[in-house]
């Protein structure tokens, strides 16, 4: 078991260096601070209303972020293997977070906690850099999203999800997708006949 973390682990350094190259002494160090962990299908990866304390990166499997009251759920990504992710806000501002994190299969995730992650980018410039990066490429990726629900129709959102995430669509449910949408699943049933 202690080979497949250290692959695991590997997995989530290769993610960082493909941002900005360690050395090998901080990625060692950077291995040391790192944990793998099993979720099921299902199972909460972190609670609406709890505070966001980890980056992961997930090694298998597929989760999604989202959240829901009353009268809706609300998607605001699918990550699937290879993605690092965390809830932006509660992480930053250390406060509880709106959106949920859950396992959508059985998913392994490699992650490193908040205070870990603050000490190392204190210590190695690489990962302050590393960390810069990857909050440019969230802010962007979430610009993006916003952008494509008020702007975009449904069927453009629906033909852009199959053209740049194929892989994802026999993984998901057609409620989560309709919920990633916008949509009600009546709506999606429409669009994929092509109504």
């Not at 490699?110 to 810069?132: G, K, N, P």
Request: charged content about 20%; glycine content about 6%.
């Amino acid at each position: 078991m202690e080979t497949a973390h250290n692959e695991y682990k590997q997995g989530f350094i290769d993610f960082v260096n493909s941002l900005n190259n360690l050395r090998t002494e901080v990625a060692t160090v950077l291995a040391q601070q790192l944990e793998t962990v099993s979720f099921k299908k299902g199972e909460a990866i972190l609670e609406q209303g709890s505070v966001c304390r980890y980056v992961y990166f997930i090694n298998n499997g597929l989760v999604k972020t989202g959240f829901e009251s009353k009268d809706r759920t609300f998607i605001m990504r699918f990550f699937a293997e290879g993605a690092m992710f965390t809830v932006l806000d509660s992480y930053l501002s250390r406060q509880a977070s709106a959106y949920q994190i859950q396992a959508l299969e059985n998913t392994v995730v490699t992650r490193i906690s908040r205070t870990a992650l603050d000490d190392l980018r204190a210590r190695f410039h690489s990962m302050e850099t590393f960390f810069s990066k990857l909050l440019a490429t969230a802010s962007v990726n979430m610009m993006w999203r916003i952008g494509e629900i008020l702007e975009e129709q449904a069927s453009v959102r629906y033909a852009n999800f199959i053209k740049e995430n194929p892989d994802l669509v026999q993984r998901i449910s057609l409620g989560d997708l309709a919920a990633y949408l916008g949509i009600t699943q009546v709506s999606l049933s429409r669009i994929r006949a092509g109504r």
